[in-house]
C-alpha cells in the first residue's frame, strides 16, 4: 500500500465527514464502495483470475481491481483522511482524483474561526452562558473551587483580547501629555506599577533599594491564571539581587524534578523529519508556587514601605514634566482614586492598554492562547511520574489551524499543571480563543495522559495570552514613553521559544534594575532615556523564525505533519548535541557560532527545511528576519570586541563619571548589558553597585520633604 493523500478536515464532527464523503462526494471518476470510516473508490473494473493447478497445489480464484482507499479518523477533536492505492504504481486518472477530493473537502469544510457568544451576567450566569457552545469546558468548571468566578475571568480576558485585536488602528487612549501643574509639589510616589503578577517582583526589589512604591492590581493580589516554571541557576539572580534568600526560595519551591523532556509527533513525519526525546534536566525544572511568591513578595514590598491597591482598576494617566498622575477605580466600592508618582511601569501584560497605545495597535505579531489546570489527583498509578515534566510535547499533528503543544509540569504534593497551547500568527479573523482552546483541553487530555476526565479532582485553572513580539533590532518597539515604561508581557520582549514574560523578566532583572535605578538616581526619565531599559536580547530576537514555523497562517491549509516535521528536524539536532548546548538555546543564552553552527545542521538533515519556512514565512518575513540575522552578527561582533573588557573599564570610572555625565553614564551602561546580557552573556557583566536613593527632581529641591529621608543600599549580583 503507497498513502498518496493525507490531510486534516477542520470539524471534530467525525459523523458528519462520513455522511458527507459516503452520501453527498461523487468523485469524478470510478465507483465507490462503503466501508465502516470511509470508501474504497474502485478506478477499473474487476479483473478475473482462474483457478491455477500445479501438481498437488491449487491456487483461488480471486478478483481485482484498481482501487484507492479512503478513511478517516479523529484526534485532537478534529477529524484527518488518507488515502492509500494498492499497490506501489501510480494509477490511471489517480493525481485527478486527488485533486478533485481535496478541493470538495476544502470547499465543503472550510477553516472556521467561532468567536464567544455575547452574553449578559445580570440575566444569567456564566456557566448557563456558555453550556450550549462549550459544554465540556462549562462541565469542568463546575468542578473547579472557584469555578464560576475564573471562567468569567476566562470570558473577560478572551473578549478583551479580541476588541484589541479587530481595532488595532484605534486603540483606546490611556496616556495623556498635559502641562505642568502650579504650584508643583511632591510626588506621593517614586514608582507605581500597574499589574501585580510579574510587576510585584521588580516592585519589590525597586522598594528594598528605597524607592517609594505603589503596585495597584485590578485583581485580589495574590492570584494568578497561570503557574511558573525556572531553574535554579535563572531563580539566583533573585537571590543575588537581595530580595529572597536561598531558603525563602526553598519554601517557595512546589516541585523540583530531575529531568524534563521535549517530543513532536512523528508518526506521519518523513525519515529525515523523526526525533529522539531531547533531555534538559535543568531548564525550567523547578516549579514554583507562585501564590506563595507573590504573598512573599507582596511582604517585602510593604516591609520597605511600599503598597498595594488591590481590586483596583488602572483608568488613565497624565504625563507632566516633573510627575505622572494617575486615575484609577476600587471595583468594590467603585470609587475613583487618583495618585501622583515619578515614574509608571506598565506590568499589565498582553491587554495592556498603554502597550497599545504606545505602538499604534501593533502590540505583538504573535501570541500564545495557553489554557490548562492544575490537577490534584485521579490519575491511575503510573500514568506519570513526579520526577519528570513534558517541557515542550505534541501527541498529534495539524488541528484546525493550530499545532497543539502540551506542557506537564509536577507540582506540590501530588499536583500536575498542565498547559496547552499553539503559536499563533494575530489576525482581525482569527484573534486564537481561550474558551475554543480549553474545550479542546477537556476533551483530548484523555489522548494525552490515560485518564477518566471525570474522576480527576480539578484546583484550579491556568490561562492567558502570551504575546510576542518580532523585533528586527532594539528600536522597533515602544517600551517606554516620558516618565513611563513596560516590563514583563506588556514589553512582549519573550524567548520566542519558552514564550512567557517570567522567565525574560527574571533572567534580565539585575539589567532592569541597575538601569533603572541609574535613571532614578538622575531624573533621566524621558522617553528616549527610559527607552534603553530593556529585556532585547539579539540572540533571542533571531530565533523569532523559528516560533513564526510553528504558525498555521489564517486562512490556509498545510501539510497536516509539516509542522511537527519542522520541530522534530531541529529538536534531533539539539537532542544530540552536548547537554549544556540545549540548555543555552532554550535558556535564550546560544551564541552566533552556536546559532550558525545548528542552523547549518538542521538545513542539512532536513533541505526541505527551508521550503516550509518559506512556504510559512512568506518572502516580507524572511527579507525581516534577515535584518534580524545582520543586527545579531553585528552585536555579536560588538561583543567579541568589548565585552572583555568595557564592562571593567566602566566599573572604574563609575566613581568621576556617573556624577559628571548621569546621561552618558546610562548610555554607556545600557551599551553594556546590551553586548554582554544581551547576547546570552551575562557572566561578562560586572556586580553592580547599587546605591538608591529618594531623589527627586529640581523643582522638588526647592520644595523638600521631610519625610522624604535617604537610604543607602550597597547590593550586588
Not at 501564590?291 to 488591590?310: N, P
Not at 502590540?363 to 503510573?382: K, L, M, N, Q, R
Not at 534580565?508 to 529585556?535: G, P, V
Request: aromatic residues 12%; neutral net charge; proline residues 6%.
Amino acid at each position: 500500500m503507497k498513502e498518496i493523500l493525507y490531510l486534516e478536515v477542520p470539524t471534530p464532527d467525525s459523523d458528519q465527514v462520513i455522511h458527507w464523503l459516503q452520501q453527498e462526494y461523487q468523485p469524478e471518476k470510478g465507483e465507490k464502495v462503503l466501508t465502516a470510516a470511509g470508501f474504497r473508490l474502485r478506478l477499473t473494473p474487476l479483473n478475473s483470475v482462474e483457478t491455477i493447478r500445479i501438481g498437488n497445489q491449487t491456487t483461488s480464484k480471486f478478483e481485482t481491481s484498481d482501487e484507492l482507499s479512503v478513511f478517516i479518523w479523529t484526534l485532537q477533536r478534529t477529524t484527518y483522511l488518507k488515502v492509500f492505492r494498492w499497490g506501489e504504481r501510480s494509477l490511471p486518472h489517480e493525481k485527478s482524483v486527488v485533486r478533485h477530493l481535496t478541493q470538495a473537502i476544502r470547499t465543503h469544510f472550510p477553516e472556521k474561526y467561532p468567536s464567544p457568544p455575547q452574553i449578559d451576567l445580570s440575566k444569567q450566569t456564566i456557566f448557563e452562558a456558555l453550556a450550549a457552545a462549550y459544554p465540556q469546558t462549562v462541565k469542568y468548571f463546575q468542578k473547579m473551587p472557584n469555578g464560576e468566578y475564573d471562567l468569567t475571568r476566562v470570558y473577560w480576558w478572551e473578549q478583551r483580547w479580541r476588541e484589541g485585536v479587530k481595532n488595532p488602528q484605534q486603540p483606546r487612549q490611556v496616556i495623556f501629555r498635559e502641562k505642568e501643574k502650579t504650584p508643583y509639589s511632591l510626588p506621593s510616589y517614586d514608582l507605581i506599577y500597574v499589574g501585580g503578577a510579574l510587576g510585584i517582583i521588580h516592585a519589590a526589589v525597586m522598594a528594598r533599594l528605597g524607592y517609594r512604591v505603589l503596585l495597584i492590581e485590578r485583581l485580589p493580589f495574590g492570584r494568578m491564571n497561570r503557574e511558573w516554571n525556572i531553574s535554579r541557576s535563572e531563580f539566583q539572580s533573585l537571590i543575588d539581587l537581595g530580595l529572597f534568600t536561598l531558603a525563602e526560595f526553598d519554601r517557595v519551591i512546589a516541585r523540583e524534578y530531575v529531568d524534563g523532556f521535549h517530543k513532536f509527533f512523528d508518526a506521519n513525519n518523513p525519515p529525515q523529519a523523526k526525533a529522539r526525546v531531547l533531555h534538559t534536566p535543568t531548564v525550567l525544572n523547578v516549579a514554583i508556587d507562585s501564590d506563595k511568591l507573590l504573598k512573599l513578595c507582596g511582604e517585602k514590598l510593604r516591609e520597605c514601605g511600599g503598597e498595594i491597591w488591590e481590586e483596583t482598576e488602572f483608568l488613565r494617566a497624565d504625563i507632566r514634566a516633573h510627575e505622572v498622575t494617575i486615575q484609577a477605580k476600587h471595583l468594590p466600592s467603585q470609587s475613583e482614586k487618583q495618585v501622583t508618582g515619578r515614574l509608571l511601569i506598565d506590568a499589565m501584560g498582553t491587554a495592556s492598554p498603554i502597550a497599545w497605545q504606545l505602538n499604534g495597535g501593533r502590540a505583538f505579531d504573535s501570541v500564545c492562547p495557553t489554557v490548562g489546570a492544575v490537577i490534584s489527583g485521579g490519575f491511575e498509578p503510573g500514568v506519570w511520574d513526579s520526577q519528570f515534566g513534558d517541557v515542550l510535547n505534541s501527541h498529534g499533528d495539524i488541528s484546525r489551524g493550530r499545532q497543539l503543544i502540551w506542557e506537564l509540569f509536577p507540582g506540590e504534593g501530588n499536583d500536575l499543571t498542565f498547559y496547552l497551547f499553539h503559536y499563533h500568527q494575530v489576525h482581525p479573523e482569527n484573534p486564537g480563543s481561550l474558551l475554543e482552546m480549553y474545550e479542546d483541553f477537556f476533551t483530548i487530555v484523555p489522548e494525552y495522559r490515560r485518564c477518566d476526565v471525570d474522576e480527576l479532582v480539578w484546583s484550579k485553572p491556568t490561562f492567558g495570552y502570551i504575546p510576542g513580539h518580532f523585533s528586527v533590532n532594539d528600536r522597533d518597539r515602544h517600551v517606554a514613553f516620558d516618565r513611563l515604561m513596560a516590563i514583563g508581557d506588556a514589553a512582549s520582549l519573550q524567548s520566542p521559544l519558552v514564550f512567557t514574560g517570567f522567565g525574560s523578566l527574571v533572567r534580565n532583572l539585575t539589567r532592569m534594575t541597575h538601569l533603572l535605578d541609574t535613571a532614578l538616581k538622575h531624573d533621566l526619565l524621558k522617553a528616549k532615556q527610559l527607552d534603553r531599559i530593556r529585556a532585547y536580547q539579539s540572540n533571542v530576537a533571531v530565533t523569532w523564525l523559528f516560533s513564526k514555523g510553528m504558525m498555521v497562517p489564517t486562512g490556509k491549509s498545510l501539510p497536516p505533519q509539516q509542522v511537527n516535521a519542522m520541530l522534530n528536524t531541529f529538536f534531533d539536532v539539539l537532542a544530540v548535541q552536548p547537554p549544556d548546548i540545549a540548555e543555552a538555546f532554550i535558556k535564550d543564552r546560544v551564541t552566533w557560532l552556536r546559532f550558525n553552527q545548528m542552523a547549518i545542521i538542521a538545513a542539512w538533515k532536513n533541505p526541505m527545511l527551508l521550503l516550509w519556512i518559506w512556504e510559512m514565512a512568506g518572502a516580507k518575513d524572511l527579507i525581516r528576519w534577515l535584518g534580524s540575522y545582520f543586527n545579531f552578527g553585528f552585536n555579536a561582533l560588538l561583543s567579541w570586541i568589548f565585552a572583555g573588557w568595557l564592562p571593567g573599564v566602566l566599573h572604574q570610572v563609575q566613581p568621576w563619571l556617573e556624577p559628571r555625565f548621569p546621561a552618558l553614564w546610562l548610555w554607556l551602561l545600557s551599551q553594556a548589558y546590551a553586548i554582554t546580557y544581551g547576547m546570552g552573556k551575562p557572566q561578562a557583566m560586572l556586580k553592580p553597585r547599587f546605591s538608591a536613593r529618594r531623589l527627586v527632581s529640581e523643582l522638588s529641591e526647592s520644595h523638600p520633604d521631610p519625610s522624604a529621608t535617604t537610604r543607602e543600599s550597597q547590593v550586588t549580583s
